[in-house]
């Protein structure tokens, strides 16, 4: 196997790491089994005819489109492209590497337009290293190897390439188009638009980042709850839908109601990923400036397109919800109760209510699911749509079974109540001081309506014993357990490895999605803007520290010019003790420990040194001195 061919296969596996993340489990395994039968065939030279190599190409790319639910995504044409990049290396010959570096290319930048992390960023950029090299080894006359003595050539080259792309990324004019081509298969990604027992079962044991949080001032994380969607309409079928009529408010019809009088103001930016969804997760309540796209009557947030890439926005939230009055229309939407609804609990809720106040009862139902043997299981037994086996039987569910329970409960003793979904508590990371929430965090709980206070959150989950949870919950608190709780949180939150890695990719993302057209606009701004002694003064510091940087290398390559090779074989020597035996050659000491692989390369290097015009340079100097004095004792011969 030729050093070309050796580079491209670091390609096709650089370009198979960026795809891992994108990828379910199966799909990854089938990658992963292709990747390595091309690798063994083109590695051993093995022949396959033509029309076998067609065949499995079109029926790979067929399983690809039943792994993607036969709907034409973007997942599925980079999938396709790393198995034309496969098929492609199995035929390329000799050093006919321009296609293949050609699809490389396609497949790194749809790669990054897909996914622009840090570590799918940093794989990228050594993917595009690699193929500078290989284009230029390929475009010589003379194979020219990669190693230290070349080191120089391609150090050059990235030393143009580098600042040439800096300087294109901060200077190109930033296009604010959002385009499309293909669909995206999120697989319960967000809140589904109807509600039933069993809803969240799947969605709370998905992992998939969401969206994360920074906000101006410290917050209580068992505070944090974003909403999204509300469900206020109960079908037949025992079914929660979204508000679906215009519900008319006291307040004028799209009318902002002013903020609450010396309010505690927090502002805080998110950064979601694309959904292919309209909604962004907002705190209660969210003060946008006017915006239209905020809905005054449920708190929610929309935009008019889906967000198909990763974006960011910024909120202002005020602590107390503006006070809204509601009409008699929409009091008794929000008691409507389908016929369906069993009569127990009905009769239960007006047997409770008697002689209570709506918030007194509201914090009966509380503590009802408190004080008795109510336990939150995210695999609890399947009941169907039926809230009063739940109730009276079970007993026995995760958010929605609770929340929607408690709306029926509340309707049913003349209270408005309406159900809230969106995310609660998220990840801290401590090393960003952010929130990072991911689709395990999603969440539902209860709103309901007391007269002079307006809407008042209730969570029924989140006051059940820990002892009563039957299936891990991420960021599960109990309010009456603290101690316990924050055990856990810390317990949850101290991998300090994944939340460095969480840090360090979400201020990269922050930075990209930071600089768009406006702050473009201010860079080249703030340039022109400069005194000619400020710029005078930065191409001083530019060149300072250029000439620096190149004064360091030229200290390194001359370090490496001087041949090492009689030092390393003294040390050799001394080491193994082999001056106290008698050797007439250096071919001698070859044989003496030809059991030995490593001491065999450094006394063949030693020969090329002496013989061939080669030398040991200084890194290679360090790295086998390093080896031979690790050696605890010198290998047995097979002669003296």
């Known amino acids: 196997m030729n050093k070309n061919l050796k580079i491209a296969f670091l390609i096709v596996v650089i370009q198979f790491l960026l795809q891992w993340q994108k990828l379910d489990y199966p799909n990854l395994l089938y990658l992963a089994v292709i990747t390595a039968g091309v690798f063994f065939i083109k590695s051993k030279g093995v022949f396959i005819y033509t029309f076998v190599q067609h065949a499995f190409l079109i029926t790979s790319i067929v399983i690809q489109f039943v792994f993607e639910e036969y709907t034409i995504t973007k997942d599925l044409f980079i999938n396709c492209l790393y198995i034309l990049l496969l098929f492609k290396l199995l035929e390329t010959k000799n050093k006919n590497y321009f296609f293949l570096l050609s699809l490389c290319i396609f497949l790194t930048v749809a790669n990054l337009i897909n996914n622009q992390n840090i570590i799918s960023s940093l794989l990228s950029a050594g993917s595009l290293i690699l193929m500078v090299i290989l284009l230029y080894q390929i475009n010589q006359k003379e194979f020219i190897s990669i190693n230290l003595g070349n080191l120089k050539r391609f150090i050059i080259i990235i030393l143009v390439t580098v600042p040439t792309i800096i300087v294109t990324y901060l200077v190109f004019p930033r296009a604010e188009i959002n385009v499309s081509l293909f669909n995206n298969k999120i697989k319960n990604l967000g809140i589904p638009d109807k509600i039933s027992l069993g809803t969240f079962q799947d969605i709370t044991q998905n992992d998939q980042d969401v969206f994360s949080a920074t906000f101006n001032q410290s917050v209580q994380q068992n505070q944090l709850y974003f909403r999204v969607k ?65 809905n005054y009557y449920n708190f929610t947030y929309q935009l008019d397109k889906k967000i198909i890439k990763k974006n960011k926005f910024t909120f ?12 008699n229309q929409a009091r008794g939407y929000y008691l409507q109760l389908p016929a369906t609804v069993g009569n127990k609990l009905r009769t239960w809720a007006n047997n409770n209510k008697k002689n209570q106040t709506d918030l007194s009862y509201l914090n009966l139902v509380m503590r009802h699911f408190e004080e008795n043997k109510y336990f939150y299981n995210l695999s609890p037994l399947p009941i169907g749509n039926d809230y009063e ?19 029926i409960l509340a309707r049913a003793a003349g209270i408005p109540a309406r159900i809230v979904t969106g995310f609660y508590g998220g990840q801290y990371n401590s090393y960003g001081d952010f929130y990072s929430f991911a689709q395990e965090d999603a969440h539902s709980w209860v709103e309901a309506w007391v007269e002079g206070t307006g809407w008042v959150r209730l969570d029924p989950t989140q006051i059940i014993p820990l002892s009563r949870v039957r299936s891990n919950i991420n960021n599960f608190q109990n309010n009456n357990t603290q101690a316990e709780g924050e055990n856990i949180l810390k317990m949850l939150n101290n991998n300090a490895l994944e939340l460095w890695v969480r840090y360090v990719n979400y201020q990269w993302e922050n930075f990209l999605l930071n600089y768009d057209s406006v702050e473009r606009n201010k860079f080249l701004d703030n ?17 300072k520290y250029s000439i620096g940087f190149l004064l360091l290398i030229g200290i390194f390559f001359l370090i490496q010019k001087k041949d090492y090779s009689d030092i390393l074989f003294f040390i050799m020597i001394k080491k193994l003790k082999l001056q106290e035996k008698r050797f007439e050659t250096h071919q001698d000491i070859f044989n003496h420990l030809n059991n030995h692989k490593i001491l065999q390369s450094i006394i063949q290097d030693y020969e090329k040194a002496k013989f061939f015009n080669t030398h040991i340079g200084f890194v290679k100097f360090v790295y086998n001195s390093y080896k031979i004095l690790r050696l605890q004792k010198p290998m047995p011969s097979s002669s003296e």
Do not use: M
């Not at 103001?265 to 006017?290: C, M, Q, R, T």
């Not at 503006?322 to 009409?327: A, G, H, R, T, W």
């Open 527 to 543: 340039l022109a803007k400069l005194e000619k002694t400020t710029i005078v003064q930065l191409i001083v510091n530019l060149l």
């Open 230 to 294: 509300t469900f206020s309409f109960l079908n037949t079928q025992k079914e929660w839908l979204p508000l679906n009529t215009k519900i008319v408010f006291k307040d004028k019809p799209g009318y902002q109601p002013p903020p609450t009088v010396n309010a505690n103001f927090l502002d805080y930016s998110v950064i979601i990923e694309g959904h292919d969804k309209k909604w962004i997760p907002v705190l209660d309540y969210a003060l946008p400036n006017n915006d239209k796209r905020y």
């Open 316 to 327: 202002r939230s005020q602590a107390n919800p503006p006070f809204q009055d509601i009409s």
């Open 389 to 407: 086996k739940f109730f009276f039987e079970s007993r026995e569910g995760y958010c929605e079974y609770f929340a929607g329970t408690l709306t």
